[in-house]
């Protein structure tokens, strides 16, 4: 039983911090390295502006699109702070995002002759669908970066475009299983943001995979 | 007295039960046991807690995020010459001119000088639809391409060249000659090519269905925009499309 205590005694405490010192900001506190560096890269990437409270989709150092967020709480696990790292810093670009759940589009296949299915009929009454309605939008996701890092969505409001169908019991309860989402703890950080059902459906439907996101004051 | 027998051996039971509880309950096992599940629960709760996350106050934001770590020192110089050196290549990636903006998802074309918005514009943009040939190995996906592209080629009454898919898609067999795949007027009065073959930005015969993803990848502008399109933006303008 002592033995035991003492291995978790052990793995607890003495556990090393993952602390990423190698960036530093510039002296005005805004990091415009970073900044030119993901201009540079010729990829897009994202900005969490934390003051003004907005992200924004970016590409070459020019601002494309903002999404307005209603609020933002930033997390960091507490066994970390608990064990006494509390000037630990955190890097502020986090890199090589995925998106979960995936997005996915419901891709109408074209039947040769079939005016109902051609993405522009000359058919006066057959109206296509969009991709708000091609791309279903859950009310929270999560953007996961390479660095354990994470940021949780949760939308309120109308959801454009979504259409909840009608869900049996069974697939009910499977989906809350499967949003429960078992994973291993993480050591980096978590920001929970609550987004409007408008703004929060276009950062999913245009949402850039494998992209990287700088955070700036 | 049946009943007072009955009785009587009931009160028996129940007093053998007790004393034999209590027995159970005050024995050395018994209590290491009970032990034992305190401390697994308290160890389960401890994981839990230190497994959760604790919330940032506003005043530790910038100590974490924006702060000097301490192992690095930071010399003014260096960090003034970085700085300049990062702004410098910050200029020369940004577009200096006019340059557009298209959000494929929601069908939205902006022209736009720095932060300054010239134009806003409904479009129609890649349907995302699958079209397999039943007659051969071929299949198209019709997406608009994303990424940063720019305009190459600027045509007046352009003329399109209707590609395979067109007559695939109709149903219709392929004409014999070039010639006859040459269709006036389909494209509107303009097209700005991009800088990826086949994908342009151009007019529509399909003005009802601006709005809507319904191309086969470039993009459709309704006549007045593309008007302003043409006279504002020239070749070699940067085109965002996220």
Request: net charge positive; with cysteine.
């Amino acid at each position: 039983m002592m033995r035991t205590l003492a291995l978790i005694f052990f793995v607890f405490f003495l556990t090393p911090i993952h602390a990423d010192e190698a960036r530093a900001p510039s002296p005005s506190g805004i990091p415009v390295s970073e900044e030119a560096e993901m201009a540079a890269s010729g990829d897009f990437y994202y900005t969490l502006h934390l003051n003004e409270s907005y992200l924004a989709l970016c590409h070459s150092g020019v601002e494309l699109t903002r999404y307005s967020i209603d609020s933002l709480t930033l997390r960091e696990p507490r066994f970390f702070r608990t064990v006494g790292n509390a000037g630990m810093s955190y890097p502020n670009l986090w890199t090589d995002s995925s998106l979960y759940p995936e997005w996915t589009l419901r891709r109408v296949t074209i039947v040769p002759g079939d005016e109902s299915t051609r993405p522009s009929p000359d058919v006066a009454g057959i109206i296509p669908p969009t991709m708000e309605e091609l791309i279903p939008v859950p009310d929270r996701f999560e953007i996961r970066y390479r660095e354990d890092h994470w940021i949780r969505f949760s939308l309120q409001g109308e959801i454009p475009g979504s259409k909840k169908p009608f869900e049996s019991l069974s697939n009910r309860l499977l989906r809350w299983i499967r949003n429960l989402n078992p994973s291993p703890p993480h050591k980096g950080m978590r920001i929970d943001i609550v987004l409007s059902g408008t703004e929060g459906a276009r950062l999913y439907r245009s949402y850039v995979d494998h992209s990287s996101l700088l955070i700036l004051p | 007295m049946k009943y007072s027998l009955f009785f009587s051996k009931l009160l028996e039971r129940i007093y053998s039960i007790l004393q034999r509880f209590l027995t159970i309950a005050t024995s050395r096992r018994a209590i290491q046991g009970l032990m034992i599940t305190a401390a697994a629960a308290w160890l389960l709760l401890l994981t839990v807690w230190l497994g959760s996350y604790r919330t940032l106050e506003p005043q530790d934001i910038q100590e974490k995020f924006f702060q000097f770590p301490q192992s690095v020192d930071p010399d003014p110089k260096t960090e003034k010459k970085m700085e300049r050196k990062a702004l410098r290549v910050l200029q020369n990636v940004r577009p200096r001119g006019t340059f557009v903006v298209i959000d494929r998802v929601h069908n939205r074309l902006w022209v736009r000088k720095g932060d300054h918005v010239i134009m806003e514009a409904e479009v129609s943009a890649g349907a995302g639809s699958i079209l397999d040939d039943p007659s051969s190995d071929r299949s198209w996906v019709f997406d608009t391409p994303r990424g940063r592209f720019s305009i190459v080629n600027k045509r007046q009454n352009p003329l399109w060249t209707a590609p395979d898919w067109d007559y695939i898609e109709r149903n219709e067999p392929l004409p014999r000659s070039h010639a006859d795949r040459i269709q006036p007027g389909v494209l509107g009065e303009f097209a700005l090519d991009l800088n990826i073959p086949n994908y342009m930005i151009h007019g529509t015969l399909y003005s009802r269905l601006l709005g809507r993803n319904v191309t086969h990848g470039c993009i459709r502008v309704g006549r007045d925009d593309l008007r302003v399109l043409w006279q504002r933006v020239p070749i070699g303008s940067p085109v965002f499309i996220f």
